[in-house]
């Protein structure tokens, strides 16, 4: 499954990170799973890949789900906060 590359549609004007398990990654899979393990820190958590064309908010009360939809139009999925 695709997932929206968080580096290339909001890199540009916010901050993104790779998650803590990216480094722990054997370098051939990191290339794979770069997409999937790219996040993007806010106030409370972050925001991360959902799958397809949606991103899921862990930990955000709605600040980067905002930034998300309004700047990017990038839908979001609920998902329960970690
Ligand atoms: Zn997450
Ligand atoms: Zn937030």
Redesign the pocket.
Known sequence: MNCINLRERCGRRYKVVF?ESYYAERPEFRVAEAAWLT?MPCQH????PWGGDRL?A?GCLGCGWRRAWSDFGIGMTG?AW?
């Open positions: 998650e996040i958590g972050h925001i991360c899921a862990c998902r970690t």
